[in-house]
Nanobody, 126 residues
Framework: QVQLVESGGGLVQTGGSLRLSCAVSGRLFSSYAVGWFRQTPGKEREFVAAIQWTGGSSAVADSLKDQLTISRDDAKDMVWLQMNSLKPEDTAVYYC???????????????????WGRGTQVTVHS
């Protein structure tokens, strides 16, 4: 059983920063990637960033490249999403997820992810 637990969300002012954490545990694939998605009511989950667990290759959504950094610590089984210069439109529930597809061409679609956390709410107010 794979478990993902997100933390670090909250309420922040426009221009502020947050660091989201994803704790990964359980019987994982031999190679996999961890991704972050976000979702607002009535919309589909939107790709934010992903990182390969071994090797460390990463990808960030084009519209967010100036704002986000994804990193991981395989010794601690943790993935972090550092978000800067937050705007009200960044308000969403942020989810981390695991995919067995370790190649980046699969990372941007939620359908390729096998396990999901419950999400953490990020609210950015002006």
């Amino acid at each position: 059983q794979v478990q993902l637990v997100e933390s670090g969300g909250g309420l922040v002012q426009t221009g502020g920063s947050l660091r989201l954490s994803c704790a990964v545990s359980g019987r994982l694939f031999s190679s996999y990637a961890v991704g972050w998605f976000r979702q607002t009511p009535g919309k589909e989950r939107e790709f934010v960033a992903a990182i390969q667990w071994t090797g460390g290759s990463s990808a960030v959504a084009d519209s967010l490249k100036d704002q986000l950094t994804i990193s991981r610590d395989d010794a601690k089984d943790m993935v972090w999403l550092q978000m800067n210069s937050l705007k009200p439109e960044d308000t969403a529930v942020y989810y981390c997820a695991v995919t067995a597809h370790w190649r980046s061409l699969f990372w941007r679609a939620a359908k390729y992810y096998d396990y999901w956390g419950r999400g953490t709410q990020v609210t950015v107010h002006s």
